[in-house]
């Protein structure tokens, strides 16, 4: 599928790629976190990254489980920012700053997650219209 046939399922696979990769960096990197954290936050950051890379691969590759790789990772990222970003919001352990750019990127996600779903059910719906 091409960038004009699929533009907002490949927006969601670079966010998801771009923003999770920076996930894994970051959480390497915090030395505040203990072993347990870290490696929660790893793996969830991991499991993102390779729901990015199967998404950019079904879509360059056309696959018969394009349309659950897109569901699966929809959900994720819905379900995951529901949860993360009130708490993030709520707790005073962070600062403006961090609370403005995670609220920025869980309405990214959350926008871009419905726009692909939306683009994908378009696409079905076309394609079944046409046989």
Known sequence: MSWRTAPWRWALAVWTLGIWASR????IADDDLDAAARTSAIVIAV?????????????????????????????AGIIRWSIRGPLILASDEWDAGFKVV???????????S???????RS????????H
């Open 114 to 120: 419905v726009m692909a779903w939306r683009e994908l």
């Open 47 to 75: 499991a993102f990254v390779a729901g990015g890379a199967a998404l950019a691969f079904t879509l360059w590759r056309p696959h018969q489980l394009h349309a659950i790789v897109v569901d699966l990772l929809v959900a």
């Open 24 to 27: 894994v960096r970051n959480a």
């Open 123 to 130: 696409s079905h719906g076309s394609a079944r219209h046409r």
């Open 102 to 112: 995670h609220t920025g990127l869980w309405l990214v996600t959350v926008a871009l």
